[in-house]
């Protein structure tokens, strides 16, 4: 897969957008197992950092950075600009919270100005 820019602004420094290609999207779903959930359980009683939870949701996170910049590659983009997360967790049964992140963006193409 191409190298594809991502940036949270909407113009790229010392670039200029030559094709405005449209919205573009990467979502990730991830649950802890089921040992993870009891030890987060059981940690979230006397209360503190949730180290496994903050893991999970950064593998998350990344994983729909990827999935984000493969569509955009796969409409010819080189870029997206104006990227933003959302989130929200969900219960899948049995106690099973799942995670989930959906990075969203405009792909563009862009070339470098001098």
């Known amino acids: 897969m191409p190298d594809i820019l991502v940036v949270t602004v909407n113009e790229v420094a010392h670039a200029q957008i030559s094709r405005v290609i449209g919205?573009?999207?990467?979502?990730?779903?991830?649950?802890r197992t089921i040992i993870g959930n009891m030890l987060g359980g059981i940690r979230a009683i006397f209360g503190g950092s949730q180290g496994g939870y903050?893991?999970?949701?950064?593998?998350?996170r990344d994983e729909a950075i990827e999935a984000l910049k493969a569509h955009a590659a796969s409409l010819g983009?080189?870029?997206v600009v104006?990227?933003?997360?959302?989130?929200?967790e969900f219960d899948?049964?049995?106690g099973q919270a799942m995670n989930?992140?959906?990075?969203?963006?405009t792909a563009?193409?862009?070339h470098p100005v001098n």
Do not use: C, H, K
């Open 108 to 110: 563009v193409l862009i």
């Open 92 to 94: 899948a049964g049995q």
């Open 54 to 60: 903050i893991a999970m949701v950064n593998q998350t």
């Open 82 to 88: 104006g990227m933003r997360f959302d989130s929200s």
């Open 77 to 79: 983009a080189n870029a």
């Open 100 to 105: 989930e992140v959906t990075a969203y963006g």
């Open 23 to 31: 919205p573009v999207y990467g979502t990730s779903i991830r649950s």
